[in-house]
């Protein structure tokens, strides 16, 4: 296939003008190689060499690179000159981006509410916004583990500790919980054993909330953990947490910015047949990666903020309305979502078979093309080998694969997210090479 790509940069003359000189940039990227373009699942370094994205961007490019119907509407925009609008205004992009995502939105959720202007780290603190609105209560409950982004506000929601190391983090009333891994069960269940004591565990961190009893505003978590590990509740623990919840006024928030899409339809939420309170996107919604598109979807009840706690600049910008919007239509057309659902089976068995030929995989994780496996030094105590999984990362990109591990380089599973679009012919080449990663890395 021929991944010449118009206007590319002229490499020879950029590599002339940079020279010797130390970069501008105040945290420069020390990963080689460069690339200069990018098409379908592949991106395109300087000499012509193509990578197959295992990760989608930063699990964002869900069409893959330069998806013909979304650059065309972007384009579009772009030529009317009106890229920003004040949301005091009205657009068709943005109304219709938003009318997009509740239609195929779970039900009750009527309502959309952009607030991309840092992608979805503003977004998960509107939701937090709404729910204290809402609800008048102030303590949040979050699994340890979870990632809901970089403001001060999420990284102390957040459950990674190491994420908040010198920096004042704000002193919200926050709860951890230990998310249900049933790799590594607290109570030592099997899925046929369980008994929810995870779930249990939530309801006595409601109780024990740090602002007083009957204060929980809502929970918010990941429906597949992104940056913690992969960790994928059995199918019918969502619905089964919201059941309590509901009986104890929390509200129940899904952080779907990593997940949208992944799991074989639009939500994670469709896959364990929850209906949530709230849903935030943003990352994959607007296909190619265009930033800023990221939002709230809500039930009408939850519609209680004024101006001055929602404003954002660049809350709505029309330029990733009008992405979020073509991605919509691309996804809702027929075949869209079978083609994706028979790449993550065939992903699924690959994966699963290489488990059988290494034993330093101790479990595949995950739906669809949301998916990944732990490294381990041994099946036995299970405990993560986060120096080979760095191996095997470094020898899938020397080999044209990218791919990523957890915990921002301190975990040991290794995130498989590729775009939406991939056939099965590339999932047969990112097994390959993975495969042949993990024997390399091995023997190390």
């Known amino acids: 296939m021929d991944m010449a790509v118009k206007n590319a940069p002229d490499i020879a003359a950029l590599e002339a003008k940079q020279g010797d000189m130390d970069s501008a940039l105040a945290y420069p990227a020390t990963a080689q190689p460069e690339f200069v373009a990018a098409r379908g699942c592949y991106l395109i370094e300087a000499g012509g060499k193509r990578y197959l994205d295992g990760c989608a961007g930063t699990f964002n490019i869900n069409l893959g690179y330069g998806h013909p119907a979304v650059t065309e509407a972007v384009s579009r925009v772009l030529s009317t000159g009106l890229v920003h609008l004040s949301g005091s205004f009205r657009h068709p992009e943005v109304e219709g981006a938003a009318r997009a995502l509740v239609e195929v939105a779970p039900d009750g959720l009527t309502h959309c509410h952009f607030k991309g202007s840092t992608g979805g780290s503003t977004a998960v603190e509107q939701a937090l916004r709404h729910a204290w609105a809402a609800t008048g209560k102030r303590s949040v409950i979050t699994f340890r583990g979870g990632h809901h982004g970089q403001t001060i ?180 057309a027929p075949g869209f979502f079978e083609s994706a659902r028979h790449a993550g089976n065939v992903l699924a068995e690959r994966l699963q078979s290489l488990q059988r030929d290494f034993d330093c995989i101790g479990v595949v994780r995950g739906h669809g093309l949301m998916t990944g496996i732990e490294l381990v030094k041994d099946r036995t105590s299970r405990e993560p080998d986060v120096a080979l999984a760095r191996r095997v990362i470094e020898q899938c990109a020397s080999n044209g694969l990218l791919l990523r591990t957890s915990l921002y380089d301190r975990g040991a599973f290794v995130k498989v997210r590729p775009p939406l679009v991939i056939g099965e012919d590339e999932v047969h080449e990112l097994c390959d090479k993975l495969r042949y990663a993990l024997g390399a890395a091995c023997q190390a």
């Open 153 to 332: 506000a999420t990284t102390s929601v957040s459950g990674m500790p190491f994420r908040c190391n010198r920096l004042p983090i704000s002193p919200l009333p926050a709860v951890h919980v230990d998310p249900p891994d049933c790799y590594r069960c607290r109570w030592h269940r099997t899925p046929d054993t369980c008994r929810l004591e995870c779930i249990d565990a939530i309801e006595q961190a409601i109780d024990s909330a740090p602002t007083g009893e009957d204060d929980t505003a809502a929970f918010i978590g990941e429906p597949i953990l992104g940056a913690g590990g992969g960790i994928a509740p059995p199918k019918h623990w969502w619905a089964a947490l919201h059941s309590r919840l509901r009986r104890r006024g929390v509200l129940l928030a899904l952080d779907e910015v990593q997940t949208f899409g992944r799991t074989g339809s639009f939500f994670a939420a469709d896959y364990y047949d929850v209906q949530p309170d709230m849903i935030v996107v943003s990352k994959g919604i607007s296909g190619i990666g265009v930033p800023g598109a990221a939002g709230v979807l809500m039930t009408d009840s939850l519609r209680k903020l004024n101006a001055g706690e929602r404003s954002l600049t660049s809350a709505a910008s029309v330029l990733s309305m009008a992405a979020t919007r073509a991605t919509i239509e691309v996804m809702r």
